[in-house]
């Protein structure tokens, strides 16, 4: 399945993250959520093949890798109180997927 | 704009009745459309998955309907019992993305 680390994680306002996320073994994509408390999955980015597939509405100082060995990382710089949210990692077979696979989530709050 | 609408409020239901929830959208024309179940703390886990060409979609005591129509799909559990307690999370393909809805918490009493 797909595993996330870490499963908890404070900061204070302004240091940066490294949320990691393991895939499923032979899917090419993984696209990261955040989800905010009583709110719905948000589209953070999507990776494809190590190369970033698609983009939603958050600013630069969220970014990411994928990596060959189906592992990828989102990264957030000049954390604000708003990034407090569950992150969510999913991975699929294809880049609009049928069906993805989600994590359980790294609970971040921010300081 | 494109939007997803769920119904925010909880669902009340009492076991072994058949719990409805709704998930409506505007400026879509989805090829397909997805539900979800979600634990408090956990990832959404995928459930069922129906096309537009499709109007209804059964999976053990799950159903989904489908109208392109009216925008809108259905999602009923037959039978419910206390373990269907969850939110649930509708959503649609937008070009490169999944949008969700913002789920529907439905909680099955005994």
């Known amino acids: 399945g797909v595993t996330q680390s870490p499963t908890h994680l404070i900061k204070t306002r302004g240091q940066q993250v490294t949320l990691r996320c393991s895939s499923q073994?032979?899917?090419?994509?993984v696209s990261w959520y955040q989800q905010a408390l009583g709110q719905g999955p948000q589209f953070i980015f999507q990776y494809y093949r190590e190369e970033e597939n698609g983009r939603g509405n958050f600013p630069p100082r969220f970014s990411g890798l994928q990596f060959p060995n189906d592992s990828s990382e989102l990264n957030v710089n000049a954390l604000e109180l708003d990034d407090s949210a569950l992150y969510l990692c999913?991975?699929?077979?294809?880049?609009?997927?049928?069906?993805?696979?989600f994590g359980p989530g790294t609970r971040l709050t921010v300081l | 704009s494109q939007k997803i609408e769920q119904n925010s409020e909880a669902l009340n239901i009492q076991e072994g009745k058949t719990a409805t929830l709704t998930c409506n959208y505007t400026?879509?024309?989805?090829?397909?459309l997805q539900w979800y179940r979600q634990d408090p703390g956990r990832g959404p886990v995928f459930l069922l998955l129906?096309?537009?060409?499709?109007k209804e979609k059964r999976k053990e005591r799950l159903k989904v309907t489908f109208d392109t129509t009216l925008k809108q799909s259905l999602f009923h559990i037959t039978a419910s019992q206390p373990a269907d307690s969850a939110t649930y999370l509708c959503a649609l393909p937008n070009t490169d993305k999944l949008i969700f809805g913002t789920g529907t918490r439905l909680q099955v009493f005994p």
């Open positions: 129906i096309r537009e060409n499709e």
């Open positions: 073994s032979g899917h090419n994509t």
């Open positions: 400026n879509y024309s989805p090829a397909y």
């Open positions: 999913a991975s699929s077979l294809e880049a609009i997927p049928d069906e993805q696979f």
